[in-house]
Structure formats: C-alpha cells, structure tokens
T-cell receptor, first 114, second 114 residues
Framework: GENVEQHPSTLSVQEGDSAVIKCTYS??????FPWYKQELGKGPQLIID?????GEKKDQRIAVTLNKTAKHFSLHITETQPEDSAVYFC?????????????FGSGTRLLVRP | NAGVMQNPRHLVRRRGQEARLRCSPM?????VYWYRQLPEEGLKFMVY????????ESGMPKERFSAEFPKEGPSILRIQQVVRGDSAAYFC????????????FGQGTRLTVV
C-alpha cells in the first residue's frame, strides 16, 4: 500500500523567513496531494492541494510543488508569521477500489519565532 | 454552511464500556471518512462510508469497532468494550463526492479510557 514520509519532524524559523516541508510517497498511482494545518486541539484544516497533472500551485504565501518522477512534493511558506505556527501534515490519495482515503505523513511541527 | 460537526468533543469511558462518536457531514456531502490520531502522530485511516454503505473499512480493527452512516442522521463510530489503547482523537471528514475531492475535517472527539 501507499506510504508517505514527511520531513522534518520539527522546524523552527525566524519570522519573515521561509519554511519548507518535504514529503515522499511510494505508490506512483497516487494522484492527489493535500496539505493540512492542525492547530492545538483542533481538526486538520486544508490549506492547499495539488493534483498529479500539475507541477506547482500557489496561493498567496503558500505554494506546493510536485515531482512525479521522484515521487515527492513540498510545501513552501514564505514570509512566515507567528500564526503559521502549527503542525502541518502532507497526505496522498490512492484511488483504488472506489476508496479515496488519505494516507498521511507523520507531521511537521512548525514554530515561527517572533 | 456549518462545517463538519462532531460530538462529543471530549469523551471519557471506563475500560469495558462502549463509546459512541457522532459525525454530521457538511451540508450536501454524502461521503464520510473516519481517522484516528494517536498523540504526536499522524492521522490513520479507519473507514470510508457513503449513505447506508461501507465502502472501505480496511483501517478498522477487526473486533470491537464498527461504523455506520444511515440514510437519516449522523455517521456513528462505535467502539465496544473500550481498552486504554483506544484513547486517541477520532476525526471525521466529509467530501462532496469521491474522486480526490477536498475533504473537510471536524474538530474531533478526544476519547480517554480510564
């Protein structure tokens, strides 16, 4: 089955700097890659997603890149702010047998220092 | 449009009791997913349901766990004879349709077994 690896597990950056979180997946048939932000005590919130027919997608300070050949995708946050501090999860979706379950990475705890 | 609603937010059960977790999907969504999150870990897929149908329960433990999504009312995740190891946050997500569409998560139910 699909396996998603996420790095780093923790990331500390100075406010205003950029943050990059990387994920790799194992099954080349995966075709949907969302990123979620989870704040303490809350549910995951979708912040951006990308599909396998696109190499890059950007939404204001957030961008995601996908390299299908290497089977990895990355989240880029520019001009970080303290409110960006949270746990970020990448995920991959493998369409098999009518199930589109998400396989999550283990998460990256991002701390933005003021 | 209210988001995914889960209740209760917190649930404490003694070993051997039953736990019932409820999830009302977003309006118009007919696809429901349940995920479990252990402390400091990512989310693990449990089950995918459509109205009155279990589509994929490959992530559900074979015993004590069951899920339903009736024609009317919320989706229910039931855990019978709970044990300490069942303590976790249980998240429900809903989507408008299958096929790698956006999945929106609820706030979760934090189950503590004492």
């Amino acid at each position: 089955g699909e396996n998603v690896e996420q790095h780093p597990s923790t990331l500390s950056v100075q406010e205003g700097d950029s943050a990059v979180i990387k994920c790799t997946y194992s099954d080349s048939a995966s075709n949907y890659f969302p990123w979620y932000k989870q704040e303490l005590g809350k549910g995951p919130q979708l912040i951006i997603d990308i599909r396998s027919n696109v190499g890059e997608k950007k939404d204001q300070r957030i961008a995601v890149t996908l390299n299908k050949t290497a089977k990895h995708f990355s989240l880029h946050i520019t001009e970080t702010q303290p409110e960006d501090s949270a746990v970020y999860f990448c995920a991959a979706s493998l369409p098999m047998d009518s199930s589109y379950k998400l396989i999550f990475g283990s998460g990256t705890r991002l701390l933005v220092r003021p | 449009n209210a988001g995914v609603m889960q209740n209760p937010r917190h649930l404490v059960r003694r070993r051997g009791q039953e736990a019932r977790l409820r999830c009302s999907p977003m309006k118009g969504h007919s696809h429901v997913y349940w995920y479990r999150q252990l402390p400091e870990e990512g989310l693990k897929f449990m089950v995918y349901l459509q109205k009155e149908n279990i589509i994929d329960e490959s992530g559900m433990p074979k015993e004590r766990f069951s899920a339903e999504f009736p024609k009317e009312g919320p989706s229910i995740l039931r855990i019978q004879q709970v044990v300490r190891g069942d303590s976790a946050a249980y998240f429900c997500a809903s989507s408008l349709r299958d096929g790698n569409t956006e999945a929106f998560f609820g706030q979760g139910t934090r189950l503590t077994v004492v």
